[in-house]
């Protein structure tokens, strides 16, 4: 009597992340362990075709990205983001309303967000100060970004934002800017003392030319 061949069991499959959510480093790894779930934007495997494009060009870019997508601007962001923004923003920024998570600055970039969700194209800032909170101290930062649209049939689904820190050139100019004023400032004060005699007169160009350094209308001395 011939046998009959049995087919082979098979291990049950273990579940594969999406593959528009493979690879991305830190912030690849803590996108696909996130609750989705129970979030207003629900299982990964359900969102919209434009928002899994725009997270599949977030996660394969090193230059910082963050998406806000859908009325409550829910947010992503890959790592060069996460490094820009100090522990206390990341990663808790990960699926956050950007509006709330950002209420400190809102004030600033709000209206540029509504104006592209609104369907009135991109917007460009170059050297914007924005303040940020990190390493645990609150100072004045400068960036360079764009917010563009993500389409989902024909509407604005969502915002992507690129964006580069500028502080450090920021600040590298305003301190050459400085260091060039005092050095006039210096010049033209000793040209004006080079034919004075007089203590009186000496003060009196001395106030004057300090005053208009310091742009004041008042320089007095006192003894």
Not at 178 to 199: C, G
Request: proline share 6%.
């Amino acid at each position: 009597m011939a046998s009959v061949a049995q087919p082979h069991s098979q291990a049950p499959r273990q579940c594969e992340p999406e593959a528009f959510l493979s690879g991305g480093g830190e912030m690849g790894a803590l996108i696909r362990a996130y609750d989705w779930a129970s979030s207003p934007l629900g299982p990964p495997e359900h969102w919209p075709a434009g928002l899994k494009i725009a997270l599949r060009l977030l996660l394969s870019s090193q230059h910082p990205m963050l998406i806000w997508w859908g009325p409550e601007l829910i947010q992503f962001y890959n790592d060069a983001y996460g490094g820009l923004i100090g522990p206390e923003n990341h990663p808790g920024a990960l699926g956050r309303r950007g509006a709330e998570f950002w209420s400190e600055v809102w004030d600033v970039i709000g209206a540029q967000v509504e104006y592209v969700m609104a369907g009135r194209g991109g917007t460009w800032r170059e050297n914007q100060m924005i303040p940020i909170t990190r390493n645990g101290e609150t100072e004045e930062a400068y960036w360079t970004y764009s917010y563009s649209p993500i389409d989902e049939q024909g509407e604005v689904g969502g915002v992507l934002v690129v964006c580069s820190e500028t502080t450090a050139s920021i600040r590298a100019q305003n301190a050459l800017w400085h260091n060039q004023k005092r050095h006039e400032f210096r010049v033209a004060l000793s040209d004006a003392f080079r034919s004075l005699i007089n203590p009186y007169d000496i003060m009196a160009v001395a106030a004057d030319h300090i005053g208009q350094y310091l742009n004041v209308d008042h320089v007095n001395y006192y003894t």
